[in-house]
């Protein structure tokens, strides 16, 4: 048991850091798409998976070009059905069509990690790691038809022990467009990252670690969390979801999601859901001068340089999550195990994302709140209901030296619910060198602020094709 | 003496500016891969019939594909669907201004016919094969032509006039302009959906 706070606080973020080092994350990067329209990397990506204003609108699109053609398309699609049998809907099937080519995509990353952190007994480990490959991502994706498109993306973490851990990152389908202006609504099901987290979702970033203070901040605990859980376990911003989702862009500018989805899991009898509630979450976005969020540029110039222009796009979400009937063990000071549901847990936050040429500076705050009910596990009797709250924020600086070189910095605080806990203080710098279009070089330095022996330092080589 | 009066009609005929002209030009097909497929005609001319054909056209059916993919035909031609493939076809339109026609399925080798007795951009599909997609254009005048992949056509043996001149195609929105013909005359156009 742990009982030191400081300790336990290291030590969290040491497992958290770790287990960076064993599970596989997002990553999206989809030479699908080049193969398509037999175009550069760089036409959607600043450096993959990064994307400039034109790839961001060409996802929001459901992942076609803005007033796209068919002259645009070099693969021509199957035919699944002669464009007038529309006409014979519904004594016919409505006509649609598929990618030509097996519509696939691999993506690789090859790490050399020297890390330093803490063990639970307090002592210092430096361990410097070739995980060669650290990760390896299988995607599909395309177009269905003039109205469907999908994502896929199977995922194999490399696991100490020379096997591999698998699993589906994405698996959704869209339906663009069903009714009304040309994307002013997308239904979006499956398993996929949600939009809330549009523009600071790991698969979204330039930076090998992702924002885990947004997204893997654990919030169970005697006293309310104390900090980061193990990837894929925090309560905070879940990044990936199973669900449904409507998003859309209106007068190219304004872009909102709602979405309802399966909240903390998994349930029991092997469901995927912890409980038959759903959690809701919603987001509306304004963006300010440059490219539209549909593509659009209105007519007027834009830069050559496709990175660069000069807007603002602010961002404001909600998170609804209902964890009633979802019990987590917990201890007390004296070493009693009592059961925990965090029966209420919402989300507020902030995006924004300014690009002045060359600068990209983005941000974003949430703050939680968790209504976590405490008691007998045997009995079942309540014992405490407390209502406790979390603030998390990050500020990053990605900046193009030239096309080939790029940096970011970022950082991270995380103040948690458990006031007798430290708060995180997490900066992480990147130096990254496209030495083709679609292979990279990171340099990445990650480091706690209150802890000089915390840190990891991390090359990583990453290719798609 | 029959023969020396028809070749003096043919001969007075071809020397007559009225059949000596025709409408050439290009046609720019604008969000689609090529300008082929799309047909230029004259609509129709006041005053004038024209009797349908006694010939008929011909669409075969073959490597699963409609071909020719656009053929134009004036009102009231017949035409002969050839299946050419080892596989069955059938030849059916959803379109009410062909009476929705649906010729049944046959096999390698046999045809089947029906005229097109309306006016009417008629989509021809295939049951068996979903895929596959043809087109009958039937227009008012025998005075037409479809471009070829670069969208240049040439619609020949039109009297001196002047004349609507529209283009239809399968994907795009069509266009109409007047033209007047004078032995030549060029006319190009560009269309996009």
């Known amino acids: 048991m742990i009982t030191n706070r400081r300790n ?72 699944l059905g002669a464009d007038a049998y529309a006409k014979m809907w519904p004594s016919a099937v409505f006509p649609s069509s598929l990618p030509s080519d097996a519509p696939f995509a691999m993506n690789m990353k090859l790490a050399d990690l020297y890390a330093s952190s803490h063990d639970e007994s307090g002592r210092t480990i430096i361990h410097n790691d070739f995980q060669f490959p650290q990760e390896v991502n299988l995607f599909s994706a395309g177009t269905l038809g003039d109205n469907f498109s999908f994502l896929g993306e199977v995922t194999y973490g490399q696991l100490p022990d020379g096997g591999s851990e698998v699993e589906i990152e994405h698996a959704q389908i869209n339906w663009d467009s069903p009714f009304g202006p040309t994307n002013a609504v997308h239904v979006k099901i499956g398993k996929f990252a949600p939009d809330y987290a549009d523009g600071f979702q790991e698969m979204w970033l330039m930076t090998n670690n992702g924002i885990d203070t947004m997204f893997a901040y654990n919030p169970i605990g005697y006293r309310g969390g104390t900090g980061l859980g193990e990837d894929g376990t925090g309560i905070s911003l879940p990044s990936l979801v199973q669900g449904i989702e409507v998003y859309g862009v209106l007068a190219h500018r304004f872009f909102y999601t709602v979405g309802m989805v399966n909240g903390m899991g998994p349930g029991p009898n092997d469901t995927f859901d912890g409980n038959s509630r759903k959690d809701l979450y919603a987001r509306m976005d304004w963006k300010f001068g440059g490219m539209g969020l549909d593509g659009d540029t209105g007519g007027s110039e834009l830069p050559p340089q496709n990175w660069r222009e000069t807007s603002l796009r602010l961002g404001v979400f909600a998170y609804a999550g209902d964890g009633r009937g979802i019990d987590f063990e917990v201890q007390d000071d004296d070493g009693n195990t009592l059961s925990m549901q965090d029966r209420r847990y919402d989300r507020i936050g902030g995006y924004a994302s300014a690009m002045l040429s060359d600068l990209n500076l983005i941000g974003g705050y949430v703050r939680g709140n968790d209504r976590l009910r405490l008691s007998d596990p045997e009995t079942g009797e309540m014992l405490d209901e407390t209502k406790r709250n979390y603030d998390a924020w990050y500020a990053q600086a990605d900046y193009v030296i030239a096309p080939p070189f790029q940096c970011s910095v970022r950082y991270e605080n995380l103040r948690p619910a458990d006031k007798s806990a430290d708060s995180l203080r997490l900066v992480n710098a990147n130096f990254s060198w496209l030495v083709r279009a679609n292979i990279k070089l990171m340099l990445e330095y990650n480091r706690d602020l209150r802890d000089a022996k915390n840190y990891q330092l991390a090359t990583v080589l990453r290719f798609a094709y | 003496m029959k023969s020396i009066l028809l070749a003096a009609t043919v001969a007075a005929a071809i020397s007559s500016p009225l ?77 009410g201004c062909a009476e929705k026609f649906n010729l049944g399925t046959w096999p390698k080798g046999q045809s089947k016919s029906t005229t097109f007795k309306k006016e009417c951009f008629v989509s021809l599909l295939c049951q068996v094969h979903p895929e596959m997609e043809g087109f009958v254009a039937v227009l008012p005048t025998p005075y037409f032509a479809v471009t070829a992949a670069d969208g240049s056509y040439k619609i020949s043996d039109v009297p001196d006039g002047t004349y609507q001149v529209k283009v239809w195609h399968p994907k795009l929105k069509a266009a109409a302009k007047s033209v007047t013909v004078a032995g030549t005359a060029a006319a190009d156009f560009e269309i996009s959906k």
């Open chain 1, 8 to 79: 336990r606080g290291f030590f969290l973020f040491a497992l958290a850091v770790l287990s960076t080092l064993v599970v596989a994350a997002p990553a999206s990067a989809l030479p699908v798409f080049a193969r398509k329209y037999q175009t550069s990397c760089q036409t959607c990506h600043t450096i993959f998976p990064k994307l400039n204003p034109f790839g961001q609108a060409f996802r929001l699109n459901g992942y076609r070009m803005p007033a796209e053609t068919e002259e645009m398309i070099k693969e021509k699609p199957v035919s």
């Open chain 2, 19 to 95: 059949l000596a002209g025709d409408i050439h030009g290009k046609v720019a097909c604008k969000g689609v891969r090529n300008s082929g497929d799309a047909v230029v005609y004259i609509d129709k001319i006041a005053g004038k019939t024209f009797p349908a054909p006694k010939d008929h056209a011909k669409i075969d059916q073959s490597n699963l594909l409609f071909v020719p993919h656009v053929v134009p035909v004036v009102t009231g031609t017949t035409v002969d669907f050839l299946n050419s493939d080892a596989v069955l076809h059938n030849v059916f339109s959803p379109d």
